[in-house]
């Protein structure tokens, strides 16, 4: 239904159904990179849906090895949206207009990210596209998939503003003894999520995920965090390390 805004223009609704939903490590906000490729070792799923579900949607998609995945904010939708937002890469201390930045408090909770297309499976009438490098909550509702081009959407000369630089993964991750011990019981475990554990929590812990006004700063904080069906808890020991403390199973999700 359209609203009637003036005499020659019109707010227009559109309804979309999800296409395919986010099989992630992230089960929460808290730790996801803010952008996608900065954490290589996280690896998902994208199920197909409903009549999406076929093989025939995504024939040849593997000659393609990045995706764009066009999803629903889902996890912060209920929250609505603000004009102005504090970017983390401005320290999250400065408001600029939401739609100069990639904050999921917008308009319309559209997201985009590109992500690497590791194979396609089909089995027993399900297709799975399996992805890398993601940043997506688990659970995610994907309304929209499209192959990367480089020679169009890689514009290397393009100005990025206060975001032109990848941020530095500044921070070294080190393992207790305790957590050395927990990573071992784990991995040792034939689920293949759990392969590349240490590397994913490498990778997410060196980007820093506190809150950006904390970040540069030293901070003796427990921090705890969900990855798969576990949690991570750990501390910063000095102003660039990070010390992981224990890993243990959160009984608060299913795998």
Known sequence: MSKTCDSTHQVQSFKFEAIATIESPYQEKFAIPRQPNLVSAAKG?????????????????????????????HGTQAQGWKPLVRPPRLGGNVK???LATRSTFRP????????????????????????????????????????????????????????????????????SKQAQ????????????KYSELALLIEQVLAQDPRPAYKQGKTDDKVYGM?????????????LHTVLVLNITKNQKIVS
């Not at 297709?127 to 890689?154: F, M, N, Q, R, V």
């Not at 011990?181 to 293949?192: I, K, W």
Request: proline residues 5%; charged residues 15%; hydrophobic residues 45%.
């Open 108 to 175: 319309n909770p559209i997201g985009m990210s590109v992500v690497k297309l590791d194979k396609v499976t089909v089995a027993h009438k399900q297709t799975i596209l399996h992805i890398s490098g993601l940043d997506l909550l688990h659970g995610t509702p994907i309304i929209d998939i499209k192959p990367y081009l480089p020679y169009s959407d890689a514009i290397i000369d393009a100005d990025a503003g206060f975001a032109q630089q990848q941020p530095d993964a500044g921070l070294s991750v080190v393992f």
């Open 181 to 192: 011990a927990d990573l071992t019981q784990y991995q040792a475990r034939p689920e293949e």
């Open 45 to 73: 799923k994208v199920v197909l849906l409903g009549a999406a579900n076929n093989s025939e949607l995504v024939r040849d998609i593997e000659q393609f090895s990045h995706l764009w995945l066009l999803f629903i904010f």
């Open 226 to 238: 969900s990855l798969y069906d576990l949690n991570i808890q750990w501390q910063l020991t000095a």
């Open 96 to 98: 600029t207009g939401v």
